[in-house]
């Protein structure tokens, strides 16, 4: 018998699971586009459209953000780190 034990997670790991990832997102986002542009949304569902568009644009910016900071820390380290001075 084995014990399989769950891990505890945090509520921020669990958002994070049930988010769509940036592909998904910019997908879905694109999809609402391409309905309004061709205007085969009908007028009543024009609002929850935007309303989702918009969330999903909010998701893509913060996904692109989280990923500058990290892109930016990582280049920060290796500049930083004493392999980069030792070659010199």
């Known amino acids: 018998m084995t014990d399989q ?19 998904e997102a910019l997908e879905a986002l694109e999809g609402i586009l391409e309905r309004i542009e061709g205007e085969e949304i009908d007028l009543d569902e024009l609002a929850t459209e935007l309303r989702e568009g918009a969330q999903l644009l909010d998701l893509c910016r913060a996904k692109i953000r989280r990923a500058e900071v990290e892109v930016s820390q990582i ?3 290796l500049d930083e780190s004493p392999e980069a001075d030792d070659e010199d």
Request: charged letters at 20%; a negative charge; aromatic letters at 4%.
């Open 5 to 23: 034990t769950e891990l505890p997670t945090s509520p921020a790991s669990e958002a994070a699971a049930d988010e769509p990832t940036f592909s």
């Open 75 to 77: 280049v920060q380290s």
